[in-house]
Nanobody, 124 residues
Framework: QVQLVESGGGLVQTGGSLRLSCAAS????????MGWFRQAPGKAREIVGA????????SYADSVKGRFTISRNNAKSTVYLQMNSLKPEDTALYYC?????????????????WGQGTQVTVSS
């Protein structure tokens, strides 16, 4: 069982930045691919990006490429989402999730552990 706790959400103006953190309660953090997802009101949850445990391999949704960066600190069992050049359409509840996968994956169905989410609101 893995518990995930996100933090760092808040209210920011268009063009601003936020960094989200997700702390995992597991001694086997490197067994997991870590993903960030988001869900806006009235919309389906979508993946933002994911990071493999080794060599910091990452993948991103087209909507955030060049603006968002995922990183992880395996020693601290923590994954981060740096969000720059934020837009109102980035407003959503952001979740981190963990997938026990042998390779980087953007498939939401493979993520078995989820945090409770942290709200990001971007004002215009």
């Amino acid at each position: 069982q893995v518990q995930l706790v996100e933090s760092g959400g808040g209210l920011v103006q268009t063009g601003g930045s936020l960094r989200l953190s997700c702390a995992a309660s597991t001694r086997s953090f490197t067994d997991y691919v870590m993903g960030w997802f988001r869900q806006a009101p009235g919309k389906a949850r979508e993946i933002v990006g994911a990071i493999y445990w080794a060599r910091s391999l990452t993948s991103y949704a087209d909507s955030v490429k060049g603006r968002f960066t995922i990183s992880r600190n395996n020693a601290k069992s923590t994954v981060y989402l740096q969000m720059n050049s934020l837009k109102p359409e980035d407003t959503a509840l952001y979740y981190c999730a963990a997938a026990r996968s042998p390779q980087l994956t953007m498939n939401e169905e493979l993520y078995e552990y989820w945090g409770q989410g942290t709200q990001v609101t971007v004002s215009s």
